[in-house]
């Protein structure tokens, strides 16, 4: 099974800050296999990003994804107070779908 | 609007059964699959398998084959979880999730069913 290596575990950020999520997978993935969800407090995982780069629908501009191959980056350009969520990512190109181990964002 | 809506809690002992559903709204059921993922208390997300809704044929990951029975109801837009012989280690969160399968994302989620299996 394809590893996804996600870091940092946990971010502390203040509002307005840019934030980066690294998924650094153990195979090589093509990129419409790779996938982001946020999963806020107590509630479900929502599809962020899809295919790497492809925002959900209703999803904000200032969540934005990039890469290829083994690495792969999630970036919020200026935190909200709602994004306090965990960030998973997710690769499908390889049986079994596998997630990354998360990571938390929190406010400063 | 799609919605994937879950059955409520459930608290069993070990060794018994737990049947949990997920009904679909919102879009043609048959035409994506259904997938099934597990959460255990303050962990992470794995997946389970999943069931093609037009076929009815399950396919189960790997830890998952033997006690964990996925199936459908499709007249009713409805897929099962069974889970038999409960373990401590079935205590988790269970989603189904609506699967993209050209792109292998789930993009609706239902909102969990929490199992807790206790003596």
């Known amino acids: 099974a394809i590893v996804l290596n996600q870091s940092p575990s946990s971010i502390i950020a203040s509002q307005g800050e840019k934030v980066t999520i690294t998924c650094r997978a153990s195979s090589s993935i093509s990129s419409n296999y790779l996938h982001w969800y946020q999963q806020k407090p107590g509630a479900f995982p929502k599809l962020v990003i899809y295919s790497t780069s492809y925002r959900a629908s209703g999803v904000p501009s200032r969540f934005s994804g990039s890469g290829s191959g083994t690495s792969y980056s999630f970036t919020i350009s200026r935190v909200e107070a709602e994004d306090v969520a965990t960030y998973y990512c997710q690769q499908g190109s390889s049986n079994p779908p596998t997630f990354g181990a998360g990571t938390k964002l929190e406010l400063k | 609007q799609i919605q994937l809506v879950q059955s409520g809690p459930e608290l069993k002992k070990p060794g018994e059964s737990v049947k949990i559903s997920c009904k679909a709204s919102g879009y043609t059921f048959t035409d994506y699959a259904m997938h099934w993922v597990k959460q255990a208390p303050g962990k992470g997300l794995k997946w389970m398998g999943w069931?093609?809704?037009?076929?009815?044929?399950?396919t189960y990951a790997d830890d998952f084959k033997g006690r964990f029975v996925f199936s459908l109801e499709a007249s009713a837009s409805t897929a099962n979880l069974q889970i038999s012989n409960l373990k401590n280690e079935d205590t988790a969160t269970y989603f189904c999730?609506?699967?993209?399968?050209?792109?292998?994302?789930?993009?609706?989620w239902g909102q969990g069913v929490m199992v807790t299996v206790s003596s």
């Open positions: 999730a609506r699967g993209r399968q050209l792109e292998y994302y789930f993009d609706y």
């Open positions: 069931i093609n809704t037009y076929t009815g044929k399950p």
